[in-house]
């Protein structure tokens, strides 16, 4: 990771508090999974946004539409405004997630 990348994804000192959650989020094609630590209070819209920045990719709507979201034990996580420790509860300090492209087509009548 460069430095620029770890400045985009740096947690603020005043949002730290609790206990660290290591956090991992692959993208499958990345060569490279995404790892960072934050506070258990922080929110998974959070996680989820700064794993994009890393793989340098973006919610986009051109013809189709493009959205990503993060999966977690199987699962698509539904409200992103959850916090780490809400997800994991009181005694999990790790977790992992995959950022998941879905793409929809769009319109192509004129």
């Known amino acids: 990771m460069t430095a ?13 508090g609790g206990k660290e959650v290591d956090v991992a989020v ?6 490279a999974a995404f790892h960072h630590e934050y506070s258990g209070a922080q929110t998974l819209d959070t ?7 890393f793989f340098g990719v973006r919610d986009r709507q051109e013809r189709d539409k493009y959205e990503y979201f ?3 034990e199987g ?12 997800l994991l509860g009181p ?3 790790k977790a992992e997630f995959h950022l998941v492209e879905q793409i929809t ?6």
């Open 70 to 72: 993060l999966e977690f």
């Open 26 to 31: 692959d993208y499958l094609p990345a060569t």
């Open 47 to 53: 996680v989820r946004s700064d794993a994009m920045v």
């Open 91 to 93: 005694h999990k300090r």
């Open 4 to 16: 620029s990348e770890k400045a985009a994804v740096e947690v603020p000192a005043d949002k730290r």
């Open 75 to 86: 699962g698509r996580v539904t409200n992103t405004a959850q916090t780490l420790d809400d």
């Open 105 to 110: 087509p769009g319109s192509t009548s004129q």
